[in-house]
Structures are given as C-alpha cells and as structure tokens.
T-cell receptor
Framework: SQKIEQNSEALNIQEGKTATLTCNYT??????LQWYRQDPGRGPVFLLL?????KEKRKERLKVTFDTTLKQSLFHITASQPADSATYLC????????????FGIGTKLQVIP | ETGVTQSPTHLIKTRGQQVTLRCSSQ?????VSWYQQALGQGPQFIFQ???????GRGNFPPRFSGLQFPNYSSELNVNALELDDSALYLC????????????FGPGTRLTVT
C-alpha cells in the first residue's frame, strides 16, 4: 500500500524564521501531492497542490517542492508567524488505485514569538 | 470557511447502533470524499463519490456505506457501531475525482460508548 511519512514530532521555530516540513512517500511517485493546514478540532484547509512534473510551487509565503528521486516533498513557510502554528498534513494521490488519497499523520508546527 | 457543511456537529451513540452523517458539498463540486480521523492521526480515506457513483474506497468494512444525491450532497452510514469508530468524520468536496484540491467541512465528532 502507498504510505506517506511525516515527522510526527512537533517542530518549534522562532518567529521570522523559515519552517521546513518534510513528507516522504513510498513506492511509485504520485501524480500529485497536496498540503493542508489543520487547526485543532477543525477540518483541514487546502494550501497547495504540486504535480509530478512540477519541481516547485509558491503561494505567498509558502513554497513546496517535489523531488521524485528522493521520493520527498518539502513544505516551507518563510517569515513564519505565530498564526502559522498548526498541524500540516501531506497527502498523496493513488492513481489507478481504488484508495484515492493517503494522508500522512501531520507535523505540528509551533512558531514561538 | 469553505462552503462545505456537515451535520450533526457532535453525536454520541451506543455500540451496535447505526448512524448517518450528512455533507453538503461546495457549489459546483461533483465529488465528495469521506475521511475518518482518529485523535492524533491523519485523515483515513473511507470512500469517494463522483457523480452519484462510488469511485474509490479505502480499507473500511462494508458496514461503512454511503450515498451521493443528484445535488451532490452525500451521506455516510455506519452500521453496527464499534468503540473504535469513535473519531472525527470529515467530508471533502472537489471539482473532480483526481488532481483537484479538496475543500473540507468542519467534521462530525462521533463518540461510541
């Protein structure tokens, strides 16, 4: 089965620094990866989608990369703010499979003022 | 806030009972996916409905079933509830079944006693 691995330990960084979160996947490269933000007790909020043929994608202070050699996606938040504190989820699609999407466990980010 | 709504917000049921959860998709979206999220875990894909047909399913037993209606709203039914079914149930709508960002509702918190 397709797996997504995210560092389940919390990431604490200082305000203003760049946060980098890692998502590793197994088996074949997915056609796309998605990143979501989830606050406690709420549904995930879509942030970015990156396709297999895209190396990098940006949206405001967010940047995501997709490295099919390393089987890894990195998610960066530049100039981080305390309001960025949340759990960030990575999800892969499973094309050709009946189980459409696999989510990772998420990485909890804490931005310290 | 997305345009995806779920009802009820919270629910307490007894082991062995049956439950129906409801989801209204965002306007213009024809696909609804359902997820189960246990505490401290990522969302687990239950199934997806695309234009009223089941279009994908995760590793969930047949007592988890669903429907999608002509207006693309959806229901998740769970029979013979077990204690392990206690979780946050999320629905997400999207414009298509693959390669599109998903918009999640706030979730239904189900507690089975």
């Amino acid at each position: 089965s397709q797996k997504i691995e995210q560092n389940s330990e919390a990431l604490n960084i200082q305000e203003g620094k760049t946060a980098t979160l890692t998502c590793n996947y197994t088996n074949y490269s997915p056609a796309y990866l998605q990143w979501y933000r989830q606050d406690p007790g709420r549904g995930p909020v879509f942030l970015l989608l990156i396709r297999e043929n895209e190396k990098e994608k940006r949206k405001e202070r967010l940047k995501v990369t997709f490295d099919t050699t390393l089987k890894q996606s990195l998610f960066h938040i530049t100039a981080s703010q305390p309001a960025d504190s949340a759990t960030y989820l990575c999800a892969r699609e499973n094309s050709g499979g009946y189980q459409k999407v696999t989510f990772g466990i998420g990485t909890k980010l804490q931005v310290i003022p | 806030e997305t345009g995806v709504t779920q009802s009820p917000t919270h629910l307490i049921k007894t082991r062995g009972q049956q439950v129906t959860l409801r989801c209204s998709s965002q306007s213009g979206h024809n696909t609804v996916s359902w997820y189960q999220q246990a505490l401290g875990q990522g969302p687990q894909f239950i199934f997806q409905y695309y234009r009223e047909e089941e279009n994908g399913r995760g590793n969930f037993p047949p007592r988890f079933s669903g429907l999608q209606f002509p207006n693309y709203s959806s229901e998740l039914n769970v029979n013979a509830l077990e204690l392990d079914d206690s979780a946050l149930y999320l629905c997400a709508s999207s414009f298509g079944s693959d390669g599109y960002e998903q918009y999640f509702g706030p979730g239904t918190r189900l507690t089975v006693t």
